[in-house]
């Protein structure tokens, strides 16, 4: 089975960050392009950052500008680097990845949580 196991969530306070990381827990694996969303509760999942394998990256509106997402494709490892952090960033945080074959993983989230 292909899994993604995430770590980095966790609690800081307004203009800090938090450094997110997901790997692949199966090494024949990989993955065309990888990412992150987000949800928070009563809202619909949505898209923060994706990355393909050749290094283009794509940024929801709301973040760009302070999240960097980046891969180390020899790790199967996609980071999100989270600056400047709101109140608003609060949410559950998914990492996902899109096999050569073209199906889509997802992580099991992970909390950020942006509070004084």
């Known amino acids: 089975q292909v899994q993604l196991v995430e770590s980095g969530g966790g609690l800081v306070q307004p203009g800090g960050s938090l450094r997110l990381s997901c790997a692949a827990s199966r090494s024949v694996f990989s993955f065309n392009t990888m990412g992150w969303y987000r949800q928070a509760p009563g809202k619909e999942r949505a898209m923060i950052a994706t990355?393909?394998?050749?290094?283009?990256?794509n940024y929801a509106d709301s973040v760009k500008g302070r999240f960097t997402i980046s891969r180390d494709n020899a790790a199967r490892t996609v980071f999100l680097q989270m600056n400047s952090l709101k109140p608003e960033d609060t949410a559950v945080y998914y990492c996902?990845?899109?096999?050569?074959?073209?199906?889509?993983?997802w992580g099991q989230g992970t909390q950020v949580t942006v509070a004084s």
């Open positions: 990355i393909t394998v050749g290094g283009s990256t």
């Open positions: 996902y990845g899109v096999t050569m074959a073209r199906n889509n993983y």
